[in-house]
C-alpha cells in the first residue's frame, strides 16, 4: 500500500485499534427513514466514542463502572476518531418484515409492513485511529483495556472481535476517513463522502455533556448542536454492482 500521509499534523498522535468483522455491519444514516433503512459504509465517531464509554459498564464492577464510564468519556470527547475500513465492503440490500404502529390506531397497537434493509459484508480488518495527543501512558492502557471490551460498532448485532492496538506518531497513512475541510482530496485517495456523526461543540463545552449521551438521562441530545454532522471522505472507491449488492474496494 502507498505510505503517503493524508493529515495535516506530522506531531499528531493516534491509538490505532483493531477489529475483526464477525458479522454484517449496519448504522443507518443519519436521515433515513425507518422503511427506508440504507446504511454507512463505516461506523462513525460518535458511534466509537459512545461504544467505548459503554464498554466501560462491562470492563468494571457496578460500584466503579459509571465513574470509570465518566472519565472516559471525559478523556474521549473533543478527540478525533478516524477509521480505516476493510479493503472490501459488499453492501447488500433485501426487504425485510417489521412491525409499526398502525396510524390512527390506539397506542402500542402494532401492524407488520415491509422495510428497506443494507448490511456491509467486510473482507479484513477496520481500524479505529483515536486521537492520543497529551494522553498519558496510563490512558493509553486504560483505553486499550477498555477497547477490548467492544463487541459491536453501530447496530446491535454487527459484531467485531478485538484483535489489538498499537500506538502511532505522526500522520495517519492512507486508508483512513477524514473530515472533508482536512482531506486532501487531490492526493489523499478518497473516492466516497459519507455524512458521519459526532460530538458538536456543545456537547464537548457542556459540564453536564455525559447526561446528554445517557440513554436514562433527562437532558437532550439534539441532533445540529450537541450531535454534529461532519461530511467525511472515504477511502473506498465503487467497483461494481448487481440487483442486490455494491462492491467497494479500499483505494491503494
Not at 88 to 116: D, L, S
Not at 241 to 249: E, L, M, R, V
Request: one cysteine or more; hydrophobic letters at 35%; aromatic letters at 12%.
Amino acid at each position: 500500500m502507498n505510505n503517503m500521509t493524508v493529515g495535516k499534523d506530522a506531531n499528531a498522535s493516534w491509538l490505532i485499534l483493531r477489529y475483526l468483522p464477525t458479522a454484517m455491519f449496519s448504522v443507518r444514516m443519519t436521515y433515513a427513514t425507518n422503511k427506508g433503512g440504507k446504511t454507512l459504509l463505516v461506523p462513525t465517531p460518535y458511534a466509537v466514542k459512545l461504544a467505548l464509554v459503554d464498554a466501560c459498564f462491562r470492563a468494571f464492577g457496578a460500584n466503579k463502572a459509571e465513574a470509570r464510564a465518566k472519565q472516559v468519556y471525559e478523556l474521549i470527547k473533543g478527540r478525533p476518531v478516524r477509521i480505516g475500513p476493510p479493503r472490501h465492503c459488499v453492501v447488500q440490500n433485501t426487504f425485510i418484515k417489521i412491525k409499526q404502529e398502525e396510524r390512527g390506531a390506539p397506542r402500542g397497537i402494532y401492524a407488520p409492513t415491509i422495510a428497506y434493509r443494507e448490511f456491509c459484508y467486510y473482507d479484513g480488518e477496520l481500524r479505529v485511529a483515536l486521537g492520543a495527543g497529551g494522553m498519558s501512558d496510563q490512558d493509553v492502557r486504560d483505553l486499550t483495556e477498555i477497547a477490548a471490551r467492544v463487541n459491536y460498532f453501530g447496530k446491535r448485532g454487527s459484531f467485531m472481535q478485538f484483535m489489538g492496538a498499537k500506538f502511532h506518531h505522526g500522520e495517519l497513512p492512507r486508508g483512513f476517513t477524514c473530515p472533508e475541510s482536512e482531506a486532501d482530496i487531490v492526493n489523499g485517495g478518497y473516492r466516497s463522502m459519507h455524512h458521519l456523526d459526532d460530538f458538536g461543540q456543545a456537547l464537548i463545552q457542556d459540564p453536564h455533556g455525559f447526561d446528554r449521551i445517557n440513554s436514562y438521562g433527562t437532558k437532550p441530545s439534539s441532533l445540529g448542536s450537541y450531535r454534529v454532522l461532519v461530511p467525511t471522505m472515504l477511502p473506498y472507491r465503487y467497483m461494481s454492482s448487481g440487483k442486490h449488492f455494491t462492491h467497494y474496494q479500499l483505494v491503494e
